[in-house]
T-cell receptor, first 113, second 113 residues
């Protein structure tokens, strides 16, 4: 099975930088994903890491260390609209074919003035 | 593309009644997932189809839950009989099998009273 841990809540200031950490334990690892979910809406894909290192995508970056079972999502130049839940998800290869994503419980980020 | 389409958006039903949730994946996507989201447990994978075939249904809570995918453009999740603890938001998502990202539907908010 999988065990995915991330902080429940974080608060940051508009314009600042925030780092959301995620640790995981899994077998058949085939990628680490970050999703954003605004209240009352569906999750939307943000970023994806399968190899170690940093992936940058505009204001958002994601880092992965497979040996440590660790990832983080870095949000720069925070805006009020970034207030949302950020979900860490691990993809596993299935013996029956294909892959599946298992999600953490999410980190609720509140951006304040 | 209209994205992943789920119906109904909201469903209120009495305990013991049958509930059927519907999903139309994105055309060309060959993987389909049903997730359930609650405050307590977050996003939980219920079942995963690849090329219309159920690959992993280990997340289906009990025999009251069943899912079908009769063709590449339609899937249903049925709960019979429904219970108050089934109240949650049910999301359908689709992707290409080896893709890094899932596209989620808007979800069905189910309330069982």
């Amino acid at each position: 099975g999988q065990n995915i841990d991330q902080p429940t809540e974080m608060t940051a200031t508009e314009g600042a930088i925030v780092q959301i950490n995620c640790t995981y334990q899994t077998s058949g690892f085939n990628g680490l994903f970050w999703y954003q979910q605004h209240a009352g809406e569906a999750p939307t894909f943000l970023s994806y890491n399968v190899l170690d290192g940093l992936e940058e995508k505009g204001r958002f970056s994601s880092f992965l260390s497979r040996s440590k079972g660790y990832s983080y999502l870095l949000l720069k130049e925070l805006q009020m609209k970034d207030s949302a839940s950020y979900l860490c998800a691990v993809r596993d290869v299935l013996t029956g074919g294909g892959n599946k994503l298992t999600f953490g419980t999410g980190t609720q980020l509140k951006v304040e003035l | 593309d209209a994205g992943v389409i789920q119906s109904p958006r909201h469903e209120v039903t009495e305990m013991g009644q049958e509930v059927t949730l519907r999903c139309k994946p994105i055309s060309g996507h060959n993987s389909l997932f049903w997730y359930r989201q609650t405050m307590m447990r977050g996003l939980e994978l219920l079942i995963y189809f690849n090329n219309n075939v159920p690959i992993d249904d280990s997340g289906m809570p009990e025999d009251r839950f069943s899912a079908k995918m009769p063709n590449a453009s339609f899937s249903t999740l049925k709960i019979q009989p429904s219970e108050p603890r089934d109240s949650a938001v049910y999301f359908c998502a689709s992707s290409l099998t080896d893709s890094g990202s899932y596209t989620f539907g808007s979800g069905t908010r189910l309330t069982v009273v």
